[in-house]
């Protein structure tokens, strides 16, 4: 995988024979004479007209993306949620119908929950993993079965083959986030599953230095959804472009750090003493273990858990003790970030609303860097035992 990160997608012989992809900062591109615009239009030329339909350093990083993902194509989107939204707008009409498992990002919910049905797109969720409840909740007006995998923030991990193989029998697609798990650690093409979607905010650009979004598929599917998003111009600039080629370069060797230090941390946490659960898929505690055993290679770099018997200012004591993570949203970058979901996420919403989420005061979510394990760790102990 480290070979396709660095190589994948790109020219043997570039421009200016530069060892990097150049970045063009260019909003049109000019042709030679009118003959030549004729020739783009009718044979369909692979060349960029105008740059909210494409830039030759976008088109690199669709193709490494691609790649790493295991399927004929991507779209290259400005954010995550921009990748979702072109997605869901590309593909679903009035009287359509999305099934969600209920544990998402609450951005993804509340958009398709709230602004897909101004446009008559009927949103149902069912319990995280629920299988049998996702099967009767689809009627024939049902067009997408949709999942993070794992889920943000408690960690749950998807049956793929079984999510797949239910889109199948029922004649419905199929989409996975697997913003928290890369093509390092899951491959959801290889199972049947017709769109995965990523924020390459995280993982994928790896310093938290950008913002993007992708989607992967098969040409087939995937051209509506670029053609949508030529009219929307949720692109990325040239600068964000490079930058995201930049951090996929060190992909493979990033990943492999988050892995080991994700594991080590929530082993940590999970044997002491203040702290009432760790939701962590590499853990046996944890209720999807023989599932992420089974279908991932490692388990990355986010961690979420319960402090016992704390309520929300004890909580956030802890967070305000370390010294290495960052207060911040977001996650998969080399800096360790930690947070208190109550807080960052879910400030305004009403106490009842957050039990329904699964969002308690005593929540904490760090995303582990690629810092030293041991100093994490040691960071986390004297906080917890300096605000007991």
Known sequence: MSTVAVHA?????????????PI???????????????????????????GRYGNPGERVAERKMAALEGAEDSVLFSSGMAALVGLLMAKLNSGDEVIFFDECYHRSREFCAKHMARFGVKTIQVPACDYDAMEAAITPNTRMLISESPTNPHMSVVD????ADLGRRSGVETLIDATL????????????VDYVLHSATKYLGGHNDLLAGMVAGSKEKMEPVRNLRGIMGAINGPQNVYLLLRGLKTFELRMARHNENGLKVAQFLDGHSRVEKVYYPGLESHRDYEVAKRTMRGFGGLITFLLKDADWRTTADVIDSVTIPRIAPSLGGVESLIEQPMVMSYFNYAP?????FGIPDNMIRMSCGIEDAEDLIADLAQALDSTV
């Not at 798990?181 to 899951?186: D, E, H, M, V």
């Not at 009842?352 to 329904?356: A, H, L, Q, S, V």
């Open 9 to 21: 997608g790109e020219q043997r012989q570039k421009p200016g024979d530069s060892i990097t992809d």
């Open 24 to 50: 063009f900062c260019a909003s049109t591109y000019t042709f030679r004479d009118t003959q030549s615009v004729i020739d783009y239009i009718e044979q369909e030329q692979p060349r960029e007209e105008y």
């Open 352 to 356: 009842e609303d957050r039990k329904k």
């Open 160 to 163: 793929l083959d079984r999510f």
């Open 181 to 192: 798990a890369t093509p390092y650690n899951l491959r959801p093409i290889e199972t049947g």
